[in-house]
C-alpha cells in the first residue's frame, strides 16, 4: 500500500510546470470529473502548472447498499461524523502523499503544490494536507469539511499551520449540510488557520463565481 501510485488524469498550463495542483474527486466520480475546468480557472501570467486528477480506488460504500464505486472511505451514516472510516482515511492519505512525493520527484517542491478536493475529496484534502510535514502553497476545500476531528488538534503538522485555506460551499447543499463545512471552519479558525470562506447559493455543486474566487487563489498561492 505504502508505494501504491493511483492512476490519474493530468494536464499542463504549460512546457515545464514548476507548480501543481492535486484536485481530488467526490464519491462515485473520478478524476475526470474536474478536469474540464482548467481553461476556466484562466491561470494565464501564472509560472506552467500541473493538474494532476487521481482516480480513487473502488470500494464498497455502506451508505448506497454496499455498491462498489470510487471512494476515497466509506460512509456509513448520512451525518459523515457519527462514525468515520478512520482506516479508510488513513488509508488514502497515505496515497494522496505519494501523489505529492511523485510531484517531488518531478521538480515541483511541496511549497508550490496546492492540494483541492470536493466532497469526499474536499475531507481528504483538509484531512491530509494539514497532517503533512511540508508546507504545501494551499488547500482548496470545496462542499466538504474536516473528517477525524476529535485527533485533529494532537496530529495536525506545524509546516501547515500558516497555510492558507480556501473554503467554498453551498447554502442549499443537501448532501454535506452547511452546518457540517461552518462547524470544521470555525474549528480550524478557532487553531489559528487562515481560512478564506465563501457561500454560494447552490447545492453540492460548484459554481461560477466559485470558479472567479478559486482562480484568484491560485493567482495568489503559486505566483
Known amino acids: 500500500m505504502t508505494d501504491t501510485l493511483l492512476d490519474c488524469v493530468q494536464t499542463e498550463t504549460g512546457p515545464n ?15 475526470h470529473d474536474f478536469e474540464p475546468i482548467v481553461p476556466e480557472l484562466d491561470l494565464h501570467g501564472l509560472p506552467p502548472v500541473r493538474f494532476v486528477f487521481p482516480h480513487a480506488t473502488v470500494q464498497p460504500v455502506t451508505i448506497n447498499g454496499g455498491m462498489a464505486m470510487r471512494a476515497w ?16 482515511i488513513r488509508a488514502s ?17 511541496t511549497e508550490h503544490i496546492v492540494l483541492a478536493g470536493f466532497s469526499q475529496g474536499c475531507a481528504m484534502t483538509l484531512h491530509t494536507g494539514l497532517r503533512l510535514r511540508e508546507k504545501l502553497a494551499g488547500l482548496v476545500a470545496l462542499s466538504g469539511y474536516l473528517p477525524l476531528a476529535a485527533t485533529f488538534a ?13 473554503m467554498g460551499h453551498g447554502t442549499a ?6 452546518d457540517r463545512a461552518t462547524a470544521s471552519r470555525d474549528l480550524l479558525r478557532q487553531e489559528g488557520y487562515d481560512v478564506e470562506w465563501h457561500a ?8 461560477a463565481p466559485e ?10 498561492v503559486l505566483a
Not at 159 to 165: D, G, M, Q
Not at 173 to 178: A, C, F, K, Y
Open 17 to 31: 510546470p514548476t507548480r501543481a495542483v492535486i484536485w481530488l474527486h467526490g464519491l462515485g466520480a473520478d478524476g
Open 73 to 88: 472511505y466509506d460512509i456509513i451514516v448520512s451525518d459523515l461524523v457519527r462514525r468515520e472510516d478512520d482506516a479508510g
Open 93 to 109: 492519505q497515505r496515497l494522496v502523499e505519494n501523489l505529492i512525493a511523485r510531484e517531488n520527484q518531478r521538480g515541483i517542491a
Open 154 to 166: 494532537s496530529e495536525r503538522s506545524p509546516a501547515n499551520a500558516s497555510t492558507p485555506i480556501f
Open 173 to 178: 447543499d443537501p448532501i454535506v449540510m452547511l
Open 200 to 207: 454560494y447559493p447552490m447545492p453540492h455543486s460548484v459554481c
Open 211 to 220: 470558479l472567479g474566487d478559486i482562480s484568484a487563489f491560485l493567482r495568489k
